[in-house]
């Protein structure tokens, strides 16, 4: 696969007296795992927000598979093909972990999560479907047997697979994980690793913030660095961590 999925011209945003995002421009190819990383209040989060829909955006425009992207809402975002993970895990905690991914699914389907109320034969019929879809990204991401579990229940590695099981549901184009391993012990590292491999061995792109450099720099086909708003650098894992501007903003001497 190749092509350009997402590219972003020109974004700009201002938080009172906070340039949060100076004219960022970047592209995203399909089938590649694309890092972002940059120090605390970069900027990182800001522009998954206006990916995402979340925050409106100043100025600039956001092309996705071709087609320009209105950012207005995170309904048209989700439907376009983009899912997102957050940096505090919003799951909901009192529902199953089943019922969380459903309740991703739902954005695919006709009845919507309220549908459900008046329950036709073909509505039941495609929550069925919902269901075993679900099922399937459980086992997908390897906690299919806590499918019957209250989220918050779940250890934590688990919580943030089952936040991706549920981004899955959408059926999303791009995959945009922010800080996936905050918090992560070493194995459930290594775990998030090998899973965000297979997806990109599945087809899906993947746009990954994280701290972790090791982490970024193993997994990435391409890291963009931010440093006050505005890219420094953007190139295959080897050239950013060789960058002086990277190392003097981000990754210090010794991660040289
Ligand atoms: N909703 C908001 N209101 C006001 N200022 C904000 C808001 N969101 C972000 N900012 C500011 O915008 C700048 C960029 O923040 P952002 O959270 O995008 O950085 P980041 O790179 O994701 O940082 P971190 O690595 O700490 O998550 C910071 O100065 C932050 O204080």
Same mark, same amino acid.
């Given at each position: 696969?190749?092509?350009? !999925?997402?590219?972003?011209?020109?974004?700009? &945003?201002?938080?009172?007296?906070?340039?949060?995002? &100076?004219? *960022?421009?970047?592209?995203?190819?399909?089938?590649?795992?694309?890092?972002?990383?940059?120090?605390? /209040?970069?900027?990182?989060?800001?522009?998954?927000?206006?990916?995402?829909?979340?925050?409106?955006?100043?100025?600039?425009?956001?092309?996705?598979?071709?087609?320009?992207?209105?950012?207005?809402? %995170?309904?048209?975002?989700?439907?376009? /093909?983009?899912?997102?993970?957050?940096?505090?895990?919003?799951?909901?905690?009192?529902?199953?972990?089943?019922?969380?991914?459903?309740?991703?699914?739902?954005?695919?389907?006709?009845?919507? *999560?309220?549908?459900?109320?008046?329950?036709?034969?073909?509505?039941?019929?495609?929550?069925?479907?919902?269901?075993?879809?679900?099922?399937?990204?459980?086992?997908?991401? /390897?906690?299919?047997?806590?499918?019957?579990?209250?989220?918050?229940?779940?250890?934590?590695?688990?919580?943030?697979? !089952?936040?991706?099981?549920?981004?899955?549901?959408?059926? %999303?184009?791009?995959?945009?994980?922010?800080?996936?391993?905050?918090?992560?012990?070493?194995?459930?590292?290594?775990?998030?690793?090998?899973?965000?491999?297979?997806?990109?061995?599945?087809?899906?792109?993947?746009?990954?913030?994280?701290?972790?450099?090791?982490?970024?720099? /193993?997994?990435?086909?391409?890291?963009? *660095?931010?440093?006050?708003?505005?890219?420094?650098?953007?190139?295959?894992?080897?050239? *950013?961590?060789?960058?002086?501007?990277?190392?003097?903003?981000?990754?210090?001497?010794?991660?040289?």
């Amino acid at each position: 696969m190749t092509g350009i !999925l997402l590219e972003a011209r020109n974004i700009g &945003k201002r938080f009172g007296g906070v340039q949060a995002l &100076k004219d *960022v421009s970047l592209t995203i190819n399909t089938g590649e795992i694309y890092g972002l990383i940059g120090p605390n /209040g970069a900027g990182k989060t800001t522009l998954f927000n206006v990916f995402t829909g979340l925050y409106p955006r100043d100025g600039g425009e956001v092309l996705f598979a071709g087609a320009p992207l209105d950012l207005e809402s %995170p309904h048209v975002v989700a439907a376009a /093909g983009i899912a997102r993970t957050f940096q505090n895990i919003r799951l909901f905690a009192n529902m199953t972990a089943l019922e969380n991914v459903m309740v991703g699914r739902h954005v695919r389907t006709r009845a919507g *999560v309220f549908g459900a109320i008046l329950r036709t034969r073909a509505e039941r019929v495609e929550e069925a479907a919902i269901r075993r879809r679900a099922d399937e990204l459980l086992h997908y991401v /390897g906690i299919a047997d806590r499918a019957d579990d209250l989220a918050r229940n779940l250890c934590y590695g688990d919580q943030r697979r !089952l936040e991706i099981a549920r981004a899955l549901a959408t059926d %999303p184009k791009l995959l945009a994980l922010d800080e996936p391993a905050a918090g992560m012990n070493a194995t459930e590292t290594g775990a998030l690793r090998d899973l965000i491999e297979g997806l990109r061995r599945d087809g899906l792109t993947v746009l990954l913030i994280e701290h972790d450099v090791k982490l970024v720099m /193993g997994l990435c086909d391409r890291v963009a *660095v931010l440093d006050y708003g505005e890219k420094i650098a953007e190139d295959v894992p080897e050239a *950013v961590r060789a960058n002086p501007k990277v190392i003097e903003a981000y990754l210090g001497t010794s991660a040289a």
